[in-house]
């Protein structure tokens, strides 16, 4: 009994750790960044890898409500996790990136070669 | 397109000069990396990083004293600029200003300090030794690049959403004209006789030609290249000669730098920085010099500088071959390059 407590306390105090640890990266920036040439989006929207879940229109964050190429982008309420990305660009062509992982980093970047698979 | 009269003014002018590029590399050259908060401190005689400076978030714009002692970084992220002193990369100090873009001493005397405080739509004037603010004066949209005449007595400000280069006096920040330019200008530099400002416009594809005393337009540059779709070419950092007869623009996407010649306001040549270089490590050609934003020479102007937002690295160009001569890894994303006076 006494050992089950111990490994319980213990438990608890991974736990704790883990959420404090959570809980302090939900508070950080993330960033997107336009490194295409010259394309534009007005629709940055993210959801959890494999699901169709898209949260908000990140664009929108945008002073000018897009996301110009050579500018980076604030994303908002997102936490620690892997994404799919959809971009709709100004002609409304929509292009997908998969598994952007924002686990370890801050921000991931868009670039010519991330458009190849556009509708 | 490069005009066969444009490459063969090129051609006798990269020979004249090539004649006296012999001098081996030194010092040392500073790139902000703006993905990695960092700055990378890069030996010219070995062409490689010997230090990476952590910094706070975002740095992008800087610029150093005149002695190389002090280099003031741009924190946008950070809502800072930080001074470090470039021997022991300790700060020095911190000037506290909501997202500052780009920064400009005025010479001589190291201050003021004048500040694009990019989503304030103002420029804040800095006593550098003080960390307390001067001033401030109201600017369009999206202030961006800053550059204090050679006299230090005219201020020009660019102002990236409302399009337009704006003036103020020096000392008492008098905006004196404000001139319109083509979209999105994103720097300034002035000629060294002070008698004209160069405005870079990166969605318009041109630099403008303003007269410091009138305030008038004298021209337009216009920038093709065979084969590249215009919207490629989106010029930003410009760099002048102190004899002000070339200009070196960066032209972004376009994977080049433009040779300009400063009195004819003419294209002499392009620079690509976007070539294939063998990599003996990895065994294979691998494309740097993507993107380049802004560029900076070596105190003798033999070499050019470029930070190249997209392939992580700095090409230096050697100034009388008009061509890459090597290429450095930095850290992510580097927006501008500075080398020390000495």
């Known amino acids: 009994m006494k050992g089950f407590m111990k490994l319980l306390a213990l438990a608890s105090l991974v736990a704790l750790a883990g959420a404090a640890s959570v809980s302090a990266k939900a508070g950080t920036n993330y960033f997107a960044y336009n490194s295409t040439a010259v394309t534009t989006f007005k629709g940055v929207y993210l959801a959890p890898t494999g699901t169709t879940h898209w949260g908000p229109n990140q664009a929108l964050n945008d002073d000018d409500k897009e996301l110009d190429f050579g500018e980076r982008l604030t994303l908002t309420g997102l936490n620690p996790g892997l994404y799919d990305v959809k971009l709709v660009d100004q002609k409304g062509r929509t292009c997908i990136m998969h598994r952007v992982n924002l686990t370890k980093q801050t921000s991931f970047e868009i670039r010519d070669a991330s458009l190849t698979h556009c509708k | 397109m490069i005009t066969r009269r444009a490459a063969l003014i090129g051609v006798p002018l990269a020979i004249a000069v090539a004649g006296e590029a012999k001098a081996a590399l030194s010092g040392m050259a500073y790139a902000s990396n703006e993905k990695d908060n960092t700055v990378s401190v890069i030996d010219l005689a070995q062409m490689k990083v010997v230090k990476t400076v952590p910094t706070g978030q975002r740095p992008r714009g800087m610029d150093l004293t005149s002695d190389g002692g002090r280099l003031l970084v741009c924190l946008g992220d950070s809502n800072r600029i930080d001074i470090l002193n470039t021997k022991t990369w300790a700060v020095e100090g911190s000037i506290n200003t909501p997202d500052p873009e780009y920064a400009a001493l005025r010479q001589p005397g190291n201050n003021p300090l ?168 990895v065994k294979k050609y691998l494309l740097v010099g993507e993107r380049p934003w802004h560029a900076s020479f070596t105190p003798d102007e033999k070499y050019l500088l470029t930070a190249n937002g997209l392939s992580n690295d700095v090409s230096v160009i050697d100034v009388a071959k008009l061509r890459v001569i090597n290429t450095v890894p930095v850290g992510q994303q580097p927006w501008m390059v500075l080398i020390s006076p000495s």
């Open chain 2, 114 to 281: 004048y500040v694009s405080n990019e989503n304030n739509a103002l420029v804040t004037v800095w006593n550098i030794d003080t960390q307390k603010m001067l001033g401030q004066v109201p600017t369009g949209t999206e202030p961006e690049g800053m550059a204090v005449s050679p006299d230090g007595q005219l201020i020009c400000n660019t102002t990236e959403t409302t399009n337009m280069a704006q003036f103020f006096e020096y000392p008492t920040t008098k905006n004196v004209a404000n001139v319109l330019v083509p979209p999105r200008p994103r720097w300034a530099a002035y000629t060294h006789d002070g008698k004209a400002v160069w405005v870079s416009s990166e969605l318009g594809g041109t630099v403008t030609v303003i007269d410091t005393k009138t305030f008038k337009i004298l021209d337009t540059i216009h920038f093709a290249v065979e084969g590249l779709r215009s919207t490629f070419i989106q010029p930003v950092g410009i760099s002048i000669t102190h004899d002000d007869k070339l200009a070196f623009v960066c032209l972004g996407p376009a994977n080049r730098v433009a040779v300009v010649s400063v009195p004819e306001h003419k294209v002499l040549s392009y620079v690509e920085t976007g070539q294939k270089v063998f990599d003996a490590n």
